[in-house]
């Protein structure tokens, strides 16, 4: 069986200022990875996906995560928050099958 | 545009009363799937279907039906809804389920509210 824990459910940055949001997975397989972004009354984007290739995944608008096997994490990171980052982030895990395992979300607010 | 429609956007309703959401995908994507959002709980697979007439029971299936006997559509049925169904639902296509390393599109969702 898989899951995902995403470790904060709300973090609050100021504006400029770097963005960590942690996502740790458990998975008996080798897993696909995702970060997706939803604004409020919309459905979910693709921020970025990792599939075994690079650890260091470069996704839209200036966010990345790093796959690390021996700690279980793939935690997103921007350097400088913009007010348009405010939004609910959430890690996606899949495996094997066909079927996706979503951790709790977390919500990013951004001070100005 | 590629996109996934869902209607209705918003629905109130009484239980037991039968409610039909509808998915439509115009992107030819093979894999369609619906998810619930439970604050807290992020997002939970229902059904999946990784084509035409092929659909299997995701993590909380129950009190829910499904179909595909077109491609495009993938619409969820709940026969007779509960109070614990109130709701958040998203239906999401990806072109095909192998593994299911290819991104999802999402629709913009569905609030149910089940009284």
């Known amino acids: 069986a898989q899951s995902v824990t995403q470790l904060d459910s709300h973090v609050s940055v100021s504006e400029g200022t770097p963005v960590l949001l942690r996502c740790n997975y458990s998975s008996s397989y080798s897993p696909s990875l995702f970060w997706y972004v939803q604004h409020p009354n919309k459905g979910l984007q693709l921020l970025l996906k990792y599939t075994s290739a690079a650890t260091l995944v470069k996704g839209i608008n200036g966010f990345e995560a790093e796959f690390k096997k021996s700690e279980t994490s793939f935690h997103l990171t921007k350097p400088s928050a913009h007010m348009s980052d405010a939004a609910e982030y959430f890690c996606?895990?899949?495996?094997?099958?066909?079927?996706?395992?979503f951790g709790g979300g977390t919500r990013l607010m951004v001070k100005p | 545009e590629a996109q996934v429609t869902q209607n209705p956007r918003y629905l109130i309703t009484v239980t037991g009363k039968k409610l039909t959401v509808t998915c439509s995908q115009n992107?030819?994507?093979?894999?369609m799937s619906w998810y619930r959002q439970d604050p807290g709980l992020g997002l939970r697979q229902i059904y999946y279907s990784m084509n035409v007439e092929v659909t299997d029971k995701g993590d909380v299936p129950e009190g829910y039906k499904v179909s595909r006997k077109e491609k495009r559509n993938f619409p969820l049925i709940l026969e007779s809804p509960s109070p614990n169904q109130t709701s958040l639902y998203f239906c999401?296509?990806?072109?095909?389920?192998?593994?299911?390393?290819?991104?999802?599109?999402f629709g913009d969702g569905t609030r149910l509210s089940i009284l």
């Open positions: 996606v895990v899949t495996h094997a099958g066909n079927m996706l395992t």
């Open positions: 992107m030819n994507h093979e894999y």
């Open positions: 999401a296509s990806s072109l095909t389920g192998q593994g299911t390393n290819q991104p999802q599109h």
